[in-house]
């Protein structure tokens, strides 16, 4: 450990001033024994804290925390596209903007076509890959690598060119409601019906995101020690009594943190809806993020701002509370 | 102490946001003048340009546009041109209004009509200067929403007009006449399905947002109604003759003439060329589409081109055209205009139009035999003559999405064209059309 | 078991071979026959000589390249410090930053592109890859997931070596680093995903094309005056998948393995 013996970094005074090794507890906090002592560690854990954030908190201040001040800033007033040349010439309006955002029709719209969008799409896609996880944990022994990768490359597809191709497959004569001909079954207009248009965006979302939750699921499940696992199966209980009662529970920490990106991910849908409907038909697919950013696209870019810290509020919330009701029990 | 320290550190949290965005707010509050509309007053004169002339074309223009304007440096030999060619519209935009916010704009833009009232509304865009072209040269639909409040800001530069192609030699073989008037539209439709040559005679598609607003303006025009007020100031979306246009428009639907979901997303030229849609309204590039599906010149043996049918009132046809801009904070002002005036004399205009497929602005350009002898263009021409643009209002794009959207309630039957009309107008009034 | 994996792979995989087969198809056929599940031809590969030799993918290809190489770097290390240091160094304000991280990965992007841009602007940096790398340097939920696993690493090394007289910074380089080995696969993994399919920041920065990535030269490539061109764009979206692909089977198992241990308290 010769490495260790050289000081590199920290105050000289560190090695003195360290209380005896009894003062150290499992959490890492240092108890001082002498209120000089408390100062000078303190001091020192301060600074060379600081120094470690140091980037991460000049990046994003000057990248997203000033941004987003003057993004609010900008909420509070009337501004519009024709006053970006000279932003100070707007009215302070203080909450007048959110009120017009909060009442409007549309965008009531968009939080309903939102909401369908998390409770359709997060169930589904947490479930389906909770599922394939499973199977590719326990289920099979070849070819491991062969299906995680094929079920990650949804998530690398260009959102684009995946698109095109839904927009392309769920036309009213297009291959998807021809092979459902084939099963006898006449499939609807899944993009020109408005009822029927949310599922098939929303099953865009789904696709994309599943390889992404299996992944976080193997790694969950792969952290399940092998006694557990034995044990429960000694128990007599058979495989989906297991999942049920040990596996699930066990998962929990997971669990919430795939849940709430999730959620957080599809509150925010953008791509899907903005590429394969423009929102339609009937603004039935039009989510906040796309309402937002249309609201900007047509110069009215208070409602925009407005619009988009409502949809950071709503955010935030649901996620609070997913961190409450998932939170692991002990 | 600790709750000290605590008590602190969420009061600065709070404050120091708080502070920043309050000194951002102070300087706020508008000034009762608007802000001066001001041309670049820059003077353009007939010497050789000089400087470098950045460009940002939107991708579809921006392709050809790269190498053609080497023509433009070769008879300006001290003029570099750098076009760089960028996503279209709503990331263009996007980008032009971060690049107007912050002051870092292109000399040169190019902007499509349908789009650009919106973007003249930032400010960033400088007028055109007196006498740098005559106005006269221009088709007048290709000119019109160049000009917002009384000045133009930007150059025609292509147009086009959307048309009405039918399948002329299954009409023929059918025994019938392509449909010149509203009634003739029902006539035409029955004859083909009758005969077996077409599943719908009419393909009108909807979903297309503020474009199907803007087929939709050609019935409206066609009974004598308007969207707009006749000083251009307000919304009148539900006035009777616009109503009745829509009604007429259902009618195709309820009729069985036409079906909402024929054709969608790629399935026009499939489905004309199959029959299943026996004629489709659309711009010049459709020909172009069909034979590049179903080999050269097949455009030619199997379709025809009318002017969009007429209405008791009059006959219009959808027109666009794409148009240039020079940017307010433009570093080379002098030899941006003197590229866009380039763009605009009939030679230019006509090597474009070989370039690229952009029809040309300039009337005169269209006598060139590689334009006139072709028939196909001959109702595109006339489309442009009679036909009318879209409102050019700022608030085109979102109240034509609207109209759009009413009017697919109307296609599919769950709107009466009266409550549809009734909603957007509602709903585009909140709006207004942008117009001080 | 298999029977059902196959079953829903070959599901997932369908709009996938859509885009794989689609990319060697020619513009005529799509529009002849936008359904058609195979290319008249697979030896029909212009689509993707023409993203090299026209559209300019040679160059935006080493432009993504450059930017999510540094994003990469400056995450392992930027990110990996702070989340050190939020998860095991005491110090005033470290809740603050987390929640100022979190926050972070919440906020829409419309929201903030403008003035983003004009801090870019005042800076000096337009069209630079500079700009464009600068945001994604140091990524939130880089920091997040690096905080999580610091978390699961056992205070009483890092303690031991502290009272040895160690500097936190050798503390962190020495034994922290090597005990995150998957977290940092993990980070390495996200951010290059992240940082490559980049759109809307790198088109505001650009002034010209010389800064384009690849997304950004894939939205020019497809566009055409009144349409798409969809094989080239299906021919860009391989192109520009393939090197996430070939780092995602690369990482994979340190990936897997590292999500596991992320001290998912």
Redesign the interface.
């Known amino acids: 450990?010769a490495?260790?013996?050289t000081?590199?970094?920290?105050p000289v005074t560190?090695?003195s001033s360290?209380p005896p090794?009894s003062a150290?507890t499992?959490?890492?906090?240092q108890r001082p024994v002498s209120p000089r002592g408390q100062k000078r560690l303190?001091f020192s854990?301060?600074?060379?804290?600081?120094i470690?954030?140091a980037?991460?908190?000049i990046?994003?201040s000057?990248?997203?925390?000033?941004?987003?001040?003057?993004?609010?800033?900008m909420s509070?007033?009337d501004i519009?596209?024709?006053d970006?040349?000279?932003?100070?010439?707007?009215?302070?309006t203080a909450f007048d903007t959110f009120i017009q955002v909060l009442t409007d029709?549309t965008f009531l719209r968009a939080l309903f076509n939102t909401t369908l969008f998390v409770v359709i799409s997060v169930p589904l896609t947490v479930g389906?890959a909770f599922v394939?996880a499973l199977?590719?944990n326990n289920?099979?022994r070849r070819l491991k690598?062969f299906?995680?990768?094929?079920?990650?490359?949804?998530?690398?597809?260009?959102i684009?060119?995946?698109a095109?191709?839904?927009?392309?497959?769920f036309?009213?004569?297009?291959?998807v409601n021809?092979g459902l001909e084939t099963l006898s079954i006449h499939g609807p207009?899944w993009?020109?019906d408005p009822v029927w248009a949310v599922p098939t965006v929303a099953a865009l979302g789904i696709?994309r995101n599943?390889g992404t939750c299996m992944?976080?699921f193997?790694?969950?499940l792969?952290?399940i020690p092998e006694e557990v696992e034995e044990a429960a199966s000694m128990d007599g209980a058979g495989y989906w009594g297991r999942v049920l009662h040990m596996t699930i529970p066990l998962l929990r920490?997971?669990t919430?943190?795939v849940m709430i990106l999730m959620t957080?991910s599809f509150l925010?849908i953008f791509d899907e809806p903005y590429l394969v409907?423009?929102g339609?038909?009937?603004?039935s697919t039009q989510s906040l993020?796309l309402w937002?950013?249309?609201q900007?696209?047509?110069?009215n870019i208070a409602p925009?701002?407005a619009g988009?810290?409502i949809?950071?509020a709503l955010?935030?919330i649901i996620?609070a509370v997913q961190f409450r009701v998932l939170r692991?029990k002990h | 102490m600790f709750k000290k320290s605590k008590l602190r550190r969420s009061a600065l949290i709070v404050t120091v946001?708080l502070l920043?965005?309050t000194l951002?707010?102070t300087?706020?509050?508008?000034?009762g003048g608007t802000?001066p509309a001001g041309s670049a007053s820059v003077s353009v004169d007939d010497s050789p340009a000089t400087g470098t002339v950045t460009v940002w074309a939107q991708a579809g223009e921006g392709g050809p546009l790269i190498d053609f304007v080497k023509g433009f440096e070769k008879e300006n030999p001290d003029v570099k041109v750098k076009v760089t060619s960028l996503p279209a519209n709503?990331a263009f935009?996007?980008k032009i209004?971060a690049a107007?916010?912050a002051?870092t704009v292109p000399d040169v833009i190019n902007l499509y009509s349908q789009t650009q009232s919106?973007l003249f509304?930032?400010?960033?865009i400088a007028t055109v200067p007196d006498g740098l072209v005559d106005s006269a040269t221009f088709f007048p639909s290709s000119y019109e929403p160049t000009v917002d409040k009384g000045a133009a800001y930007a150059v025609p530069w292509y147009t086009y007009s959307q048309v009405l192609y039918y399948r002329a030699d299954l009409a023929k073989k059918a025994g019938v006449e392509p449909p010149k008037t509203w009634q003739d539209m029902k006539t035409f439709a029955k004859g083909m399905q009758d005969a077996g040559a077409a599943q719908y005679g009419l393909g009108l598609g909807i979903?297309w947002?503020q474009y199907s607003a803007q087929e939709l303006n050609n019935y409206i025009l066609g009974n004598g109604g308007n969207l707009l007020s006749a000083d251009g100031k307000t919304w009148t979306i539900n006035d009777p003759k616009n109503v009745e246009a829509l009604d007429f428009w259902g009618s195709l639907f309820a009729d069985g003439y036409a079906s909402?979901?024929?054709p969608?997303?790629?399935?026009v030229v499939p489905f004309l060329t199959s029959g299943k849609i026996a004629s489709y309204n659309n711009g010049p590039w459709l020909m172009s589409w069909l034979d590049g599906a179903n080999g050269k010149g097949w455009a030619e043996e199997h379709i025809g081109a009318v002017l969009p049918p007429a209405g008791p009132a009059g006959q219009s046809a959808g027109v666009g055209s794409g148009t240039l801009a020079v940017m307010k904070a433009a570093k080379n002002p002098t030899a941006a205009w003197k590229l866009v005036r380039w763009m605009s004399k009939p030679e230019t205009q006509l090597a474009w139009y070989k370039a690229s497929g952009n029809l040309p602005a300039v009337q005169s350009a269209w006598d060139d035999p590689s334009i006139a002898d072709n028939s196909l263009l001959d109702a595109v021409k006339e489309g442009i003559k009679i036909g009318h643009p879209v409102p050019a209002v700022?608030?085109w794009?979102?109240v034509g999405g609207i109209i759009g959207?009413q009017m697919?309630?109307v296609a599919r039957g769950s709107a009466t064209a009266k409550e549809a009309l009734d909603e957007a107008q509602s709903?585009a009034a909140a709006l207004g059309t942008?117009t001080k | 078991?298999?029977a059902?994996?196959v079953v829903?792979?070959l599901m997932?995989?369908l709009?996938?071979a859509?885009?794989l087969f689609?990319s060697f198809k020619s513009q005529g056929e799509f529009m002849a026959n936008?359904?058609a599940?195979l290319p008249e031809s697979f030896a029909f590969v212009q689509n993707y000589v023409v993203l090299f030799t026209e559209k300019g993918f040679g160059p935006f290809l080493v432009n993504s390249l450059i930017v999510s190489a540094a994003a990469v770097a400056g995450n392992l290390v930027?990110?990996s410090?702070?989340g050190?240091?939020?998860a095991?160094?005491?110090?005033?304000?470290?809740k603050i930053?987390f929640i100022?991280?979190v926050?972070?990965?919440?906020?829409?992007y419309?929201?903030?592109?403008?003035?983003?841009f004009?801090?870019i602007v005042q800076m000096g940096l337009v069209d630079t890859l500079t700009a464009i790398i600068?945001?994604v340097?140091?990524m939130?939920i880089a920091?997040f997931i690096m905080r999580q696993f610091a978390l699961g690493v056992p205070?009483?090394l890092?303690?031991a070596?502290?009272?040895?007289?160690?500097?936190?910074?050798?503390i962190?380089f020495?034994i922290f680093l090597p005990l995150v080995g998957p977290a940092l696969a993990t980070v390495g993994i996200l951010t290059f995903?992240y940082s490559w399919?980049y759109f809307l920041w790198p088109l505001i920065v650009a002034q010209s094309s010389s800064v384009y990535t690849l997304?950004v030269g894939?939205?020019v490539a497809?566009q055409t005056a009144n349409t798409?061109a969809?094989g080239v764009?299906?021919a860009?979206?391989m192109v520009?998948?393939l090197p996430?692909?070939i780092v995602?089977?690369f990482l994979?198992r340190y990936?897997?393995?590292?999500?596991?241990?992320?001290g998912?308290?």
């Open positions: 450990m490495s260790l013996d000081r590199v970094g920290g560190r090695r360290a090794a150290v499992s959490s890492g906090s303190s854990h301060n600074r060379i804290g600081w470690f954030v980037p991460l908190v990046i994003l000057l990248f997203t925390v000033l941004p987003a001040v003057i993004a609010l800033a509070f007033t519009g596209a024709a970006l040349r000279d932003p100070f010439a707007v009215n302070f029709q389906i394939l199977i590719l289920g099979i690598s299906f995680r990768a094929a079920i990650y490359l949804p998530v690398i597809t260009n684009v060119a995946a095109v191709i839904w927009q392309y497959a036309t009213v004569t297009g291959p021809a207009n993009l020109g696709w599943i992944i976080f193997l790694a969950g792969q952290g920490p997971t919430l943190l957080v925010n409907t423009h339609g038909p009937l603004g993020a937002v950013y249309e900007f696209g047509y110069g925009s701002m988009s810290f949809l950071l955010v935030g996620a692991p | 946001p920043t965005a951002l707010l300087g706020c509050g508008r000034s802000a709503t935009d996007a209004t107007v916010a002051g919106t509304r930032t400010g960033g979903s947002d909402p979901d024929a969608q997303f790629l399935d700022p608030t794009g979102q959207q697919e309630r709903q942008g | 078991m298999y059902l994996l829903v792979v997932l995989m709009p996938f859509w885009v689609g936008p359904g599940w930027f990110s410090m702070a050190y240091a939020l095991k160094l005491k110090f005033r304000g470290s930053i100022a991280v926050g972070a990965m919440t906020v829409p419309v929201a903030i592109f403008v003035p983003q004009l801090v600068l945001p340097l140091i939130p920091v205070d009483e890092l303690e070596a502290r009272i040895e007289g160690a500097g936190e910074f050798r962190f020495r995903m399919n997304p894939l939205a497809s798409t969809f764009l299906l860009g979206a520009v998948l996430v692909l995602f089977l994979q990936f897997i393995q590292g999500v596991a241990t992320t998912l308290k």
